[in-house]
């Protein structure tokens, strides 16, 4: 059955530390892997990985694959109060299976004290 | 904008009472579907849809309808809503696997 697990569950930091959230899968050749950020509402996009090795930034977040092992990290660097949220992992199936379908981890809860 | 919008955002109601929540997209995707989110399970997958009158079963469908008339609107029907549907609800517009997650719906079902 694929699987997405991510770690911790939870995670209380306070201002400046920088945090680094896993994601591991069980889910052979798979197309995409994708990382969301959940605040009070809706989740949104953060980024979408599909090669290995290959570091992808936005600001404070960086994300990394690792195809082999099959995992990934999201790290935030210089944390602030406002990436306290849910942060959420998603793979995406191979072909063959319902296009567009993921298959989303429980979760990271991320709180960052001032 | 691009947008998915779901509505109700609140809803409480009684066992056994039917009820609509709907989903409307303006971006012209052709996969839709609906997730749920409890504490510890993450987000789970109800129904899915790829196209116009294409829906098909995701991984907790028991108690759940859905309906793809037209492209732009994915409504989630519970018919006999029970306590155990007490959850937090998504509706998602995809493509290019990139989902658009509309606001979400919190039903309390008592």
């Known amino acids: 059955e694929d699987k997405v697990v991510q770690s911790p569950l939870s995670l209380v930091v306070h201002e400046g530390d920088t945090v680094t959230l896993n994601c591991s899968y069980e889910v052979t050749n798979f197309r995409s892997l994708l990382w969301y950020k959940q605040e009070k509402k809706a989740p949104t996009f953060l980024f979408m990985l599909t090669s290995s090795g290959i570091e992808k930034k936005s600001g404070r977040l960086s994300s990394i694959l690792d195809k082999k092992e099959l995992f990934s990290i999201l790290n935030i660097t210089a944390t602030q109060t406002g990436d306290s949220a849910i942060y959420l992992c998603?793979?995406?199936?191979?072909?063959?299976?319902?296009?567009?379908?993921?298959?989303f981890g429980t979760g990271t809860l991320l709180a960052v004290q001032p | 904008e691009a947008q998915v919008t779901q509505n109700p955002r609140y809803l409480i109601t009684v066992t056994g009472k039917k009820l609509t929540v709907t989903c409307s997209q303006n971006?012209?995707?052709?996969?839709m579907s609906w997730y749920r989110q409890d504490p510890g399970l993450g987000l789970r997958q109800i129904y899915y849809?790829?196209?116009?009158?294409?829906?098909d079963k995701g991984d907790v469908p028991e108690g759940y309808k859905v309906s793809r008339k037209e492209k732009r609107n994915f409504p989630l029907i519970l018919e006999s809503p029970s306590p155990n549907q007490t959850s937090l609800y998504f509706c998602?517009?995809?493509?290019?696997?990139?989902?658009?997650f509309g606001q979400g719906t919190r039903l309390t079902v008592v």
């Open positions: 849809s790829m196209n116009v009158e294409v829906t």
């Open positions: 971006m012209n995707h052709e996969y």
């Open positions: 998602a517009s995809m493509e290019n696997t990139e989902a658009f």
């Open positions: 998603a793979v995406e199936p191979p072909h063959g299976g319902a296009t567009n379908k993921l298959i």
